[in-house]
């Protein structure tokens, strides 16, 4: 039996709507910081609940053994908890997902570091990967101190990011050959 792999061409179309998306909510994003921000807190929140519904009714994980574990079920009762509180009160839902990536920033800069000083790397790799590690590091700490600040630079800099993105995919459509 041998494996085919099937490429399927880009539709020039299907390019342009993707890129006048892109550009659109880049757009959006840009102009109104504060409401995709509480756009983001209710999806988060919608999400957390969904999540933590599926985790009590299953109480199994998504991966590793399928039988029924309590701390599933109460991870899944927190999760419930946490996205009802994220609803109701959206600061409070937006300072713990600017939490989650400042916690997760500051994690991958203290392992970026220690991979840096303890590599085996070449001397400029060593350095590049010193200078990311701190360079997370300091972000991390910067969005544990000033959560609601920086749930606004996130995204200010997700929408300048997708309007790049969008105008790229344009540009790139316009060029495609049918």
């Not at 020039?12 to 909510?25: D, Q, Y």
């Not at 910081?33 to 519904?53: E, K, Q, R, Y």
């Not at 991870?75 to 997902?97: Q, R, S, Y």
């Amino acid at each position: 039996m041998t494996d085919e792999v099937v490429v399927v061409p880009v539709s020039k179309g299907g390019l342009i709507i993707k890129s006048l998306l892109m550009i659109v909510l880049g757009i959006l994003m840009l102009v109104f910081t504060f409401a995709s921000i509480v756009v983001g807190n209710a999806i988060f929140a919608v999400l957390l609940i969904f999540m933590g519904i599926a985790l009590i009714a299953s109480g199994s994980t998504f991966f590793g053994q399928i039988k029924r574990t309590w701390w599933v079920v109460v991870l899944g009762i927190i999760a419930v908890i946490i996205g009802i509180v994220a609803l109701i009160w959206p600061v409070i839902g937006i300072e713990i997902l600017v939490y989650i990536i400042a916690i997760s920033s500051f994690i991958s800069g203290v392992t970026d570091l220690y991979l840096g000083i303890m590599g085996k790397n070449g001397a400029v790799n060593r350095v590049l990967i010193i200078i990311s590690g701190l360079l997370g590091i300091a972000l991390g700490v910067v969005f544990l101190l000033m959560p609601l600040f920086s749930a606004g630079v996130i995204v200010q800099v997700a929408g300048i990011f997708l309007l790049a993105f969008g105008i790229v995919a344009f540009i790139e459509a316009l060029m495609l050959k049918q």
